[in-house]
């Protein structure tokens, strides 16, 4: 067994991980990354964020081809799908951005170990793979292990029929009926990835309504949005069981007839990575959800070992885990830097997209916060016309005394994009009044924003 020591190691290579060890290298750290796949860039990259955009974008234009050219004047006919061109081309792209991480890995002097990196001291972490096993020490640990989709009782998942979001994002052939356990984001947008090539999509989700967390105007929005599209809802169903029988599946849920289909996304939220990874070994003790406690600096409670993203809980989100990998190394190297949790968009890539900061009106409402609010539609962009894609709105909500931004919320079209402005603004502790003071140019779709903030004021121009 061979052994080597490093300043900082990383244990997993996700959007967490890769970025915290490419910031401790430019801090002049002598740094490791360790994931147990042979390529680095985690779930995110290999079988998340990027290939399900890939597979939104490509369906979106797949729809837009068959039924939205004729508006803009394009005939085209014998529009035809070739399902695997488009997962060809998913995967050529995530070929390309994993590979880009090993070059920025080489560039910046990051040693990369492939292996199931497991805790066996606190300065010290065992690397198993087919290769053998090494002991790796360092005087800094960080856990970036992020999470894995959840499972289900009695929902039997055989990853060919009955599975998570990887399963769905490689069906070799459209299925007929697609049923979706989960109304989040994940569930969403691989249902509509799927409905736009042919599908009929069947959500079924436990609570009362879809997104739940969401802003619930921005989400009742949705919910009627999609339903036009043609994906179907059943709120409040609790699902019993799922499992094959025969050349189908049968999903059952509490007090309805069990739904039979062909294919079933078990899209049910996700949970941390903390097993198996040695943290008895250490006296590290998850909370009852299995995620692992930090303090303001993600130091957990064994000195030298840190934990950032999805394994820490908050919002799971991949660019939230890349800001906390970025501070947790700062602070290590003695750069004083944090993390504005009221400044983390989340952004949904369906059609419209969805996309937020900060706090939702049921958050101030319920929290007793007096707040303004301003709404600007999408129909009242000249932008927005020219796309063709008038459906949404922005909705900005303000304190009521000093007018500081408290929350931002759009859906419509490239709401992730728009998004950043919002984001921005809270950061700087911006008001609705600097943003309703700020030029914007015309005709963008970024006016929406700067319609919204009249809006609070109760001076828009354009809408009325």
Not at 30 to 46: I, K, Q, S, W, Y
Not at 123 to 148: F, M, W, Y
Not at 177 to 184: D, F, K, P
Request: charged share 20%; hydrophobic share 40%; glycine share 12%.
């Amino acid at each position: 067994m061979t052994q080597v020591e490093h300043d900082v190691l990383v244990v997993g290579g996700g959007p967490g991980g890769y970025v915290a060890a490419i910031r401790a290298a430019q801090l002049g750290m002598n740094v490791a990354c360790v994931d147990e796949n042979p390529v680095f860039g985690g779930t995110c990259l290999r079988v998340g964020c990027i290939p399900s955009k890939a597979l939104l974008e490509s369906s979106h234009q797949f729809h837009v081809a068959k039924h939205e050219l004729a508006a803009h004047g394009i005939k085209a006919t014998g529009v035809e799908l070739d399902l695997a061109a488009m997962l060809a081309r998913k995967d050529k792209i995530v070929g390309q951005l994993t590979s880009g991480i090993a070059m920025l890995f080489k560039k910046k002097k990051v040693q990369g170990y492939n292996g199931r990196g497991r805790l066996i001291g606190t300065d010290t972490v065992e690397v198993t793979s087919a290769g053998g096993t090494q002991k790796i020490k360092a005087k800094h640990i960080i856990l970036a292990t992020g999470s894995r989709p959840a499972t289900m009782r009695g929902v039997e998942s055989d990853g060919q029929f009955i599975g998570d979001s990887t399963m769905a994002l490689g069906f070799s052939e459209v299925p007929k009926h697609l049923v979706v356990i989960g109304g989040g984001y994940i569930g969403l947008e691989l249902g509509s990835v799927w409905a736009r090539l042919g599908s009929q999509v069947t959500v079924l989700e436990a609570m009362e309504r879809i997104l739940p967390g969401l802003d619930l105007e921005i989400g009742q929005i949705a919910h009627r949005t999609f339903e036009k599209q043609g994906i179907q809802f059943r709120t409040g169903a609790w699902v019993e069981s799922a499992k094959r029988v025969g050349d189908k599946c049968v999903v059952k849920c509490k007090g309805a007839e069990p739904i039979e289909c062909d294919r079933v996304l078990l899209s049910a939220g996700r949970v941390p990575c903390s097993d198996n990874l040695g943290l008895e070994n250490v006296g590290l003790i998850t909370n009852a959800r299995g995620f692992v406690p930090v303090d303001a600096h993600f130091q957990t409670a064994v000195q030298g070992v840190y934990a950032i993203g999805d394994l820490i809980g908050g919002a799971m989100l991949a660019h939230k885990a890349s800001e906390e990998g970025i501070v947790c190394v700062e602070n290590i190297a003695g750069v004083k830097s944090h993390v504005n949790y009221d400044a983390i968009p989340a952004v949904v890539y369906t059609n419209p997209e969805i996309a937020s900061v900060g706090k939702t009106e049921e958050q101030l409402k319920e929290a007793g916060i007096e707040y303004n609010k301003g709404i600007c539609p999408y129909g009242a962009s000249g932008r927005a016309l020219a796309l063709g894609d008038t459906s949404g709105r922005v909705k900005m909500l303000a304190d009521a005394k000093t007018d500081r931004l408290l929350g931002v919320h759009i859906i419509g079209a490239h709401a992730g994009d728009l998004i950043a402005e919002a984001v921005a603004a809270i950061e700087f502790g911006a008001s609705s009044e600097d943003l309703a003071r700020t030029c914007h140019a015309h005709p963008t779709l970024s006016e929406l924003l700067h319609e919204a903030a009249l809006a609070v004021d109760k001076r828009a121009i354009h809408t009325a």
